[in-house]
C-alpha cells in the first residue's frame, strides 16, 4: 500500500506539470490554472513489526529417581518355631520346615535336605549284606544312612529314600488314636545324642501309627540332624525299635525327649 500510494503522487505531479506547459505554448501568456485540489497521500499506517518470539518453555530436566533399596524383611518365627523347645533358632526354624513338609506330604524336601554318604564296597562289606553286594564289589555305595536300632544299617540309594517317605505319607493313620495322641505322622519331639549346645547335633523324633498286621502300632524314626556348611540338614535316619503302647513316663528312652508339641492324651 505505501509503494502504490507514491507513485500515484508522483504521476499527478507529471501531470500538472505537463498541462501547465501546454498552457503557456498555446497563450503565449502566462496562464493562470486552474486550481487542481491536489490528491493529498494517506500514508498507510506502517506495518507492526514482527512479534517478538516467545521464549521456548523451558523443558524440566528429569531428575533420575536414586533407587531406593527395599528393607530387608525380618521373617516372622512360626508359631511352631516360636514354641520350639530348643534354644537353637536356626534349628527350630528347621525343624518347622520339617513338620510344614510332613503336612504337604512334600518327599522331595527330604531328599533336598539330607546329606548323603559313599562307601567304598568291599568284600567284607558284601559279606555282611548291608551296604553292598558281592557283584558290587570295587564300587561306590552312595546314599543316606538309614538303621534300626541296635542292628546294622544300611545306605538307602535316594531313589529308596525318596519312596520311603512316601510310603511314610500313605501308611499313617491318622483316625486312630493312643496314649501319645493322633496317629498321623507328626514331630513327636526333639531328642539329644548329647547335651544340646552351639552346633551339636540334635534329633527330630517322628511319630505315626501303621497297621502291622496286630493292629494300630505306634512307631518312632529319629532324623539325626547336624550342621555341615552352616546348614542344619538330616545326615542319617534311625527307626527306634521301641514301640510306644505305654505311656511315655515308663517307656525310658523317650522319658527326656523334649515334645514338639505336646498333644492332650486320648480318651
Avoid at 562289606?125 to 558290587?136: K, R, S, T, V
Avoid at 540309594?157 to 496317629?183: C, I, K, M
Wanted: charged share 15%; hydrophobic share 35%; proline share 14%.
Amino acid at each position: 500500500m505505501k509503494i502504490a500510494s507514491v507513485g500515484m503522487t508522483l504521476l499527478l505531479g507529471i501531470c500538472l506539470a505537463v498541462s501547465t506547459a501546454a498552457c503557456q505554448d498555446d497563450d503565449g501568456g502566462t496562464a493562470t490554472p486552474t486550481p487542481t485540489a491536489t490528491a493529498t497521500a494517506i500514508p498507510s499506517p506502517p506495518p507492526s513489526p514482527p512479534a517478538s518470539p516467545s521464549p521456548p518453555a523451558a523443558t524440566p530436566t528429569a531428575v533420575p529417581e536414586t533407587p531406593t533399596a527395599a528393607p530387608t524383611p525380618i521373617p516372622s518365627p512360626t508359631p511352631e518355631a516360636a514354641a520350639c523347645p530348643d534354644d537353637d533358632p536356626a534349628f527350630c526354624i528347621f525343624a518347622a520346615q520339617v513338620e510344614q513338609a510332613i503336612a504337604d506330604e512334600d518327599a522331595d524336601f527330604f531328599v533336598a535336605n539330607s546329606v548323603t554318604q559313599s562307601i567304598p564296597c568291599t568284600a567284607e562289606e558284601a559279606e555282611a549284606g548291608y551296604i553292598c553286594g558281592p557283584e558290587e564289589i570295587g564300587e561306590t555305595i552312595t546314599g543316606i544312612p538309614f538303621g534300626w536300632e541296635a542292628s546294622e544299617g544300611i545306605l538307602m540309594p535316594l531313589e529308596d529314600y525318596r519312596e520311603l517317605w512316601v510310603q511314610l505319607f500313605a501308611s499313617n493313620l491318622p483316625a486312630e488314636s493312643d496314649s501319645e495322641g493322633s496317629g498321623e505322622l507328626r514331630i513327636w519331639g526333639l531328642a539329644y545324642s548329647t547335651p544340646p549346645a552351639a552346633g551339636t547335633p540334635r534329633n527330630i523324633v517322628v511319630t505315626y501309627l501303621s497297621d502291622d498286621g496286630q493292629g494300630p502300632t505306634r512307631h518312632a524314626i529319629s532324623l539325626n540332624c547336624k550342621l555341615p556348611d552352616g546348614q542344619w540338614q538330616i545326615t542319617s535316619l534311625l527307626q527306634h525299635a521301641l514301640f510306644l503302647g505305654l505311656p511315655r513316663d515308663t517307656s525310658p528312652e523317650w522319658r527326656d525327649w523334649p515334645q514338639w508339641r505336646p498333644e492332650p492324651p486320648s480318651a
